[in-house]
């Protein structure tokens, strides 16, 4: 017998979530949804996600997947939050996975690099008001492309067992007259924090805080407590995943 699958792509605010996944006592945006679609599709749906985002973190293009057939969009949206909506919900091939059948994933870190900053960006950009070597930033970028062992760039505290990830795109970009910075980064795989951590070690290299080849010599595996901080989670978005 055919089984049903449905895959779901979901954008949110995660300012006032407590991530992705459910947490007793916490807000999450898994369980909003899964709130949503049990009331409009009269059964409990369990979603699997293809990246699961910590708290404050953002979703332009998050996918999900379930058993069972889709559940109407527009009707699960009514019953959603303002800060969390479900972009389209379709039939999948049989079998689909949102985690499994990804072949990677992209995040967007956004940096207001600028004495002061917009009110409008406020909770959606990392407001840094320190000059920054943009050509360091993009030699940084270049560098995290290939297959590296990222342990530097995850918690030490993790339930990761293998820290090597390949990097398939990074790039710093800027738009020209503009204060606003945009590190885009592309991967089969990521661990967690490891894109805010990133950015915020490239960050101490753009400042002159920290050699490149210091840098470099990081994503040999080094220790957590060689690298820089951890970026603010509001500056991170989920751009996409790949199929």
């Known amino acids: ?17 407590s991530g992705w996944a459910v947490q007793p006592g916490r807000r999450t945006v898994q369980a909003e949804l899964e ?6 599709g009269g059964r409990r749906i369990a979603l699997t996600v293809a990246g699961r985002t910590d708290a404050g973190v953002h979703a332009l ?18 019953n959603l939050p303002r800060d ?31 004495r002061v900053q ?4 406020v909770g959606r950009a990392l407001h840094w008001r320190w000059p920054l070597d943009r050509e360091l930033l993009e030699r940084c970028a270049e560098l995290a492309i ?21 990097v398939l795109d990074a790039v710093w ?12 980064i592309e991967a089969d795989s990521f661990l967690r924090n490891m894109v805010r951590t990133l950015v915020g070690t490239m960050i101490a290299v753009g400042q002159g805080r920290m050699a490149i080849d210091h840098y470099q010599a ?26």
């Open 1 to 17: 017998m055919t089984r049903l699958t449905a895959r779901l792509e979901i954008s949110y605010d995660g300012s006032a979530f």
């Open 35 to 40: 709130r949503a679609l049990e009331l409009v």
């Open 61 to 78: 293009s998050q996918v999900a997947s379930h058993v069972g057939e889709p559940v109407g969009a527009g009707a699960v949206n009514a």
């Open 84 to 114: 969390v909506r479900i972009l389209t919900s379709e039939v999948a091939p049989e079998g689909f996975d949102a985690r499994a059948d990804a072949r990677s994933r992209r995040y967007r870190y956004r940096i207001t690099n600028a």
């Open 118 to 121: 917009s009110p409008f960006e």
């Open 146 to 166: 290939g297959t590296h062992d990222f342990t530097a760039f995850t918690r030490t505290q993790t339930r990761h067992v293998h820290f090597r990830r390949e």
């Open 173 to 184: 970009s800027a738009d020209p007259g503009s204060s606003d910075l945009t590190f885009e």
């Open 218 to 243: 990081l994503l040999d595996g080094r220790p957590r407590c060689e690298a820089g901080d951890t970026a603010a989670a509001h500056g991170l978005y989920l751009v996409g995943v790949r199929y």
